[in-house]
């Protein structure tokens, strides 16, 4: 069920890793792949999706969530969006305002659309795009300053515009190979310190750009696959990733993270993982 936003809550995120304390996702009723969107997609294509199991994991992942104190908002399903589980890439929410994402890929048009009516109906402060073409899982958020993945979802004028609506922030444009889909797929951001990233993806100049401001913890070819990168962190040094991410979730653990293992193998097939799954609306600071 849905939860209501209390009238005296904001809107409010920072940053990647602060105290996670409201989120919206989609359970994955209608998933599939019924238009090849991206290179996992092509992998997977064949066998497609069993929704009734990318449903149950679904479920057991916002259990967690919500086992770990976090409030979950669930938008309903639309059959006419086979990819509204991942939430993140129709909106990105940046200190007290939500942003609504213009989609880049024909079959995901019309997501944005549900999420605003929700926004309205809870009186959210909400910022439209209108004109550019740019999406959520290529914009991650660290404090003042705010990456932007250079994709074939995400355009350079786009985070010019984006650069418009927020003056006081660095608004930092990050290419990357394009056939990794979205900037969180190859790069997050887990503390003030520290990130995981997939060098291959990127080119020389933007992998010293990255290293200055963060201690990179590389994740392997095999991994990137299977979405090593796209953890959600929730606060407090704690981290949802996949089970079998094994080399991962030995070096978050190395480094003093709680990792919290949740199976949504599922759902991977269509190219996102737990970042993927999550819009965050309210983070705390640690």
Known sequence: ???????????????????????????????????????????????????????????????????????VVELKPDQQYPEQVFTR???????????????????????????????????????PLPGTKIEGGDVVADRENVFVGVSGRTSNISIKALQQHLPEKNVMAIPFDKKYLHLDCVFNILSPKEALIYPPAFQEKELDILSKMYDLIEVSQEEQFTLGTNVLSIGNKKVFSLPFNKKVNRKLRERGYEVIEVDLSEIIKSGGSFRCCTLPLVRYSN
């Open 89 to 127: 890439d129709i909106g990105f929410t940046i200190d007290s305002t939500v942003f609504l994402c213009n989609m880049g890929s024909t079959i995901r048009k019309g997501e944005e659309e549900i999420l605003k009516k929700w926004l309205i109906s809870q009186k959210v402060n909400m910022q």
């Open 1 to 71: 069920m849905s939860i209501a936003l209390k009238p005296t809550e904001s809107i409010k995120c920072q940053s990647e890793y602060d105290y996670l304390a409201r989120v919206i996702v989609c359970e994955p009723q209608y998933m599939s792949i019924s238009e090849v969107i991206n290179e996992t997609q092509r992998h997977y294509a064949r066998e497609n999706i069993n929704r009734s199991l990318a449903s149950t994991q679904h479920k057991e992942f916002v259990h967690a969530l919500r086992n770990q104190g976090v409030e």
